[in-house]
């Protein structure tokens, strides 16, 4: 009796803790790690079971807010998901899927960048700007071009 008391109540922390922000499996792993592994593997499976955790749904919610928040290159979102402990095959399976999608989000950014900097940069600071954040050469060509 006394593991499955134990197995609710931790399931319970994380529901609690997943509910309030979507998490990756291994935001969770680190946030509990404290916790019996075995326990907390257990709860894991269980969760991702349910969908409750699963790090694919979570790739989409990510680029979507990162789509309505931010400019990005794909090697930064790519990046930012990797903090977050999500499995590099997943992302790049994620990637590969989405490719038209992507690429056109980052070329959207690379304008958005261009125009924002264009008045205080020179176009060659830009272009090494964006460089430095990872955008694709074929990406800063249209961007310049189109700006």
Same mark, same amino acid.
């Given at each position: 009796?006394?593991?499955?008391?134990?197995?609710?109540?931790?399931?319970? =922390?994380?529901?609690?803790?997943?509910?309030?922000?979507? &998490?990756?499996?291994?935001?969770?792993?680190?946030?509990? &790690?404290? $916790?019996?592994?075995?326990?907390? !593997?257990?709860?894991?499976?269980?969760? /991702?079971?349910?969908?409750?955790?699963?790090? $694919?749904?979570?790739? =989409? &919610?990510?680029?979507? *807010?990162?789509?309505?928040?931010? !400019?990005?290159?794909?090697?930064?979102?790519?990046?930012?998901?990797?903090?977050?402990?999500?499995?590099?095959?997943?992302? +790049?399976?994620?990637?590969?899927?989405? /490719?038209?999608?992507?690429? $056109?989000?980052?070329?959207?950014?690379? #304008? +958005?960048?261009?125009? =924002?900097?264009? +008045?205080?940069?020179?176009? *060659? $600071?830009?272009? +090494?700007?964006?460089?430095?954040?990872?955008?694709?050469?074929?990406?800063? #060509?249209?961007?310049?071009?189109?700006?």
């Amino acid at each position: 009796m006394e593991y499955i008391e134990e197995f609710d109540k931790l399931k319970t =922390k994380v529901l609690k803790y997943i509910m309030f922000k979507k &998490r990756t499996e291994q935001e969770i792993r680190q946030k509990f &790690r404290e $916790e019996s592994l075995d326990l907390l !593997n257990d709860v894991i499976e269980e969760l /991702k079971e349910l969908n409750y955790i699963n790090d $694919e749904n979570y790739i =989409k &919610r990510a680029i979507a *807010e990162f789509k309505n928040l931010k !400019n990005m290159s794909i090697k930064e979102i790519e990046y930012k998901l990797m903090t977050k402990g999500i499995k590099k095959d997943i992302i +790049n399976n994620y990637i590969y899927t989405n /490719k038209e999608e992507l690429i $056109e989000y980052e070329l959207s950014s690379a #304008k +958005n960048i261009f125009m =924002k900097k264009q +008045n205080t940069l020179k176009t *060659e $600071e830009i272009i +090494n700007y964006l460089k430095k954040k990872g955008y694709l050469d074929e990406t800063i #060509k249209i961007a310049k071009k189109e700006a």
